[in-house]
C-alpha cells in the first residue's frame, strides 16, 4: 500500500524548479530532507542539491554541477545516470507551483509514516517480533511525524532546576548582561542584553537607522556566536557594503563606485578580513514566512549554536492561505515570530514599520505604542518595543546633532525609559553617547 503513497511527478517537478532557479534550491533544501522523497533516486539528487546549495555562496547551479556532484559521490549511477538528472531538470514546474508539490512530497512521508506505525501495531500481536525492535520502530516513526511539537509540559522541579542553575551560572559573572550584548552599553543596561525566547520588536519611520541598529547587534553578537539576518527589504550584497561601513569608518557610498584613495583600499581590505570570520548568515529572500524562517533556523541549529535572529522587516514577511484582511496577516506573522523565540530558545529582533501618526500635520512626535503599524498583536506579542527617534532631524529646540533616542516603550521584564545613542550618520552606525560627543 506504501507504494501508493509517493508521488513521482510531485517530486521531480519540485526538483526540477530547485536545479533551475536559485531561490526554489534554497526553499526546498531549507524545507525537505532526504526521507521526504519515496524514490530513492530523487532523494539521492535532492541530497546533492543540498550539498550544492550548502556551498554555493548564492550563486546559481547548473545541472551539469548536480551530475559532477553525483558522480564523485558514486550515487549518479544508483539514481538512474546523468540521464535521470536531466529528466528531472525537464520536469521542473513553475516557481508558483513549488509549494504546492513540495507540500505534497511532504505529505505523502508523513501518510508513510502513520502507515507504517500502523503496521507496527499489527505486528505486535505476534510474540516472535522483538518488543523491544517493535518500540524503537513506533518510537523513531512517531518523533519523526511529530518533530515539531518536541517538548510539551515539564514538571516543576526540573524547571527550578533550571531557574537554579541558571541564576548560580549569572551570579558568577563580572557584569549583570543576562543575554546577548548589542554592542551598546548603555542599551544593555537597561534590557540586561537580549533574551533567549524573547521577541524585541524596534520600530521607527523611515531613514530612522533601524537597519543601522539591527546590524550594529547583529555584528557584536556574529563575533561568537552565529547569528540569521532575515533581510526582506535590502540584498545581502547592500548590508554587507554597510557592515564594512560600519567597520571601516568610510562612506558606503563611495566603497561601492571603489572611488577610494590607496589607504582606504588597505582599510577596506583589513576590513574584510575581520567580517570574513564573523558567523553572520543573510537571507535576502522576499516575502519569507515565519514557517520557511524557522525551518532554515532550525537546520543551522543542528551544525551549531544560533545566538540571534533578525528580521527586517516584519511587515514584509508572508504567511500561507488567504487572509481575511492585512491586520490578521500581520497577526499571524507577529504570533509567528515570536513562537520562533520561543520554541528555538533564541533571541529574536524584528524591524517594524510605524503609521504615519507620528509625522501627522507635521508635528514629528515621538512614537508611542499606538503607532504600531497594521496590527495591535505586535505589541501584545513582543516582549520589548523599542523606537527610534532623532530630535535633531525633526527641528527640536535645543536637539544636540547625532543624539537618538531609543525609547523602551514596552518591557515585560524591566523597565521602560530612553536611552541615549550617538548616530554616526555618514557610517550609517550607532554608538553610546557621551557629552559632547
Known amino acids: 500500500m506504501s507504494e501508493f503513497l509517493r508521488?513521482?511527478?510531485?517530486?521531480?517537478?519540485?526538483?526540477g524548479a530547485a536545479i533551475a532557479h536559485y531561490d526554489v534550491l534554497s526553499e526546498v533544501c531549507e524545507r525537505a530532507e532526504p526521507d521526504w522523497f519515496g524514490f530513492n533516486e530523487n532523494a539521492l539528487i535532492f541530497r546533492a542539491l543540498t550539498y550544492l546549495y550548502e556551498n554555493s555562496s548564492g550563486q546559481d547551479i547548473e545541472m551539469k554541477m548536480v551530475v559532477d556532484r553525483m558522480r564523485a559521490t558514486q550515487t549518479l549511477s544508483p539514481a538512474g545516470g546523468a540521464e535521470k538528472v536531466a529528466h528531472v531538470a525537464n520536469s521542473a514546474c513553475r516557481p508558483s507551483q513549488v509549494d504546492y508539490n513540495i507540500g505534497r512530497v511532504e505529505d505523502l512521508r508523513r501518510r508513510r509514516?502513520?502507515?507504517?506505525?500502523?503496521?507496527?501495531?499489527?505486528?505486535?500481536?505476534?510474540?516472535?517480533?522483538?518488543?523491544?525492535?517493535l518500540m524503537t520502530s513506533a518510537e523513531e516513526a512517531f518523533y519523526t511525524l511529530s518533530s515539531d511539537d518536541v517538548g510539551g509540559a515539564r514538571d516543576v522541579a526540573s524547571l527550578l532546576s533550571d531557574v537554579m542553575t541558571e541564576a548560580e551560572v549569572n551570579a558568577k559573572r563580572e557584569e549583570p548582561l543576562l543575554g546577548v550584548s548589542s554592542g551598546l552599553s548603555s542599551?544593555?543596561?537597561?534590557?540586561?542584553?537580549?533574551?533567549?525566547?524573547?521577541?524585541?520588536?524596534?520600530?521607527?519611520?523611515?531613514?530612522m537607522g533601524k537597519t543601522s541598529l539591527a546590524l550594529k547587534v547583529a555584528r557584536t553578537v556574529a563575533n561568537d556566536q552565529a547569528v540569521v539576518f532575515f533581510s526582506l527589504e535590502?540584498?545581502?550584497?547592500?548590508?554587507i557594503t554597510r557592515i564594512l561601513s560600519m567597520q571601516t569608518h568610510i562612506d558606503g557610498r563611495r566603497i561601492r563606485r571603489g572611488r577610494l584613495s590607496e589607504s582606504e583600499w588597505t582599510v577596506i581590505t583589513d576590513g574584510t578580513k575581520v567580517l570574513s570570520d564573523a558567523k553572520l548568515h543573510i537571507d535576502d529572500r522576499s516575502g519569507i514566512s515565519p514557517t520557511a524562517a524557522r525551518l532554515k533556523i532550525q537546520k543551522l541549529q543542528k551544525r551549531e549554536p544560533v545566538g540571534l535572529v533578525v528580521v527586517d522587516y516584519l511587515q514584509l514577511m508572508t504567511v500561507a492561505g488567504k487572509q481575511d484582511s492585512r491586520v490578521n496577516e500581520v497577526t499571524k506573522v507577529s504570533q509567528g515570530l515570536k513562537a520562533i523565540a520561543k520554541d528555538c530558545?533564541?533571541?529574536?529582533?524584528?524591524l517594524s514599520q510605524l503609521s504615519r501618526a507620528p509625522d501627522h500635520g507635521g508635528t514629528h512626535r515621538r512614537p508611542i505604542l499606538a503607532d504600531l503599524r497594521d496590527s495591535g498583536s505586535i505589541e501584545q506579542d513582543a516582549d520589548i518595543v523599542m523606537?527610534?527617534?532623532?530630535?535633531?532631524?525633526?527641528?527640536?529646540?535645543?536637539?544636540e546633532r547625532g543624539k537618538c533616542e531609543c525609547i523602551i516603550a514596552k518591557?515585560?521584564?524591566?523597565?521602560?525609559?530612553?536611552?541615549?545613542?550617538?548616530?554616526?550618520?555618514?557610517?550609517a552606525r550607532f554608538d553610546n553617547w557621551t557629552e559632547g560627543h
Open 387 to 399: 523606537f527610534l527617534f532623532h530630535p535633531w532631524k525633526v527641528k527640536e529646540q535645543d536637539a
Open 234 to 239: 535590502m540584498s545581502a550584497r547592500a548590508l
Open 187 to 207: 542599551l544593555d543596561d537597561m534590557t540586561c542584553g537580549f533574551q533567549r525566547g524573547d521577541l524585541t520588536v524596534l520600530a521607527a519611520r523611515p531613514s
Open 113 to 133: 509514516l502513520i502507515l507504517k506505525m500502523g503496521s507496527d501495531m499489527e505486528r505486535a500481536s505476534d510474540e516472535s517480533v522483538d518488543l523491544g525492535e
Open 411 to 427: 518591557q515585560r521584564n524591566g523597565p521602560t525609559g530612553t536611552v541615549p545613542l550617538f548616530w554616526d550618520e555618514p557610517y
Open 345 to 350: 530558545d533564541v533571541p529574536v529582533v524584528a
Open 7 to 15: 508521488d513521482l511527478d510531485a517530486e521531480e517537478a519540485a526538483l
